[in-house]
């Protein structure tokens, strides 16, 4: 949702920014991180079917990212994804909170 809460994170080395995105014809938000000097796109994280990933929060040492899987229209659950070098998933996403909250953005 354009305008609600941060739409981009930038990594700490400023060649990456993990965004929310959506491909036409394929449902929900995913996060994706863009290479700023060429344009490459790859998909970081994957909500399950129904769910739009948004708010993306990338540590200092780039090592983690922090994020908002929406669960309702203005709800939703804080994750936790592990990465790699250049933001490369490593291993699945952890769950931090349960219930259903109202999150305006992370830090």
Do not use: K
């Not at 993306?56 to 203005?74: C, E, H, K, W, Y």
């Amino acid at each position: 949702m354009l305008g609600y809460g941060q739409i981009l994170s930038w990594s700490a080395d400023s060649r990456n920014v993990v965004v929310g995105a959506s491909r036409l014809g394929h449902g929900g938000e995913n996060l994706t991180a863009i290479d700023v000097s060429t344009g490459e796109a790859r998909q970081v994280v994957t909500p399950p079917p129904g769910m739009r990933d948004s708010m993306p929060a990338i540590s200092p040492d780039g090592r983690m990212l922090a994020f908002v899987r929406l669960t309702g229209v203005l709800t939703g659950e804080l994750y936790l994804q592990p990465f790699s070098a250049n933001l490369t998933a490593a291993g699945e996403p952890r769950q931090l909170v349960t219930s259903g909250r109202h999150y305006y953005g992370l830090t």
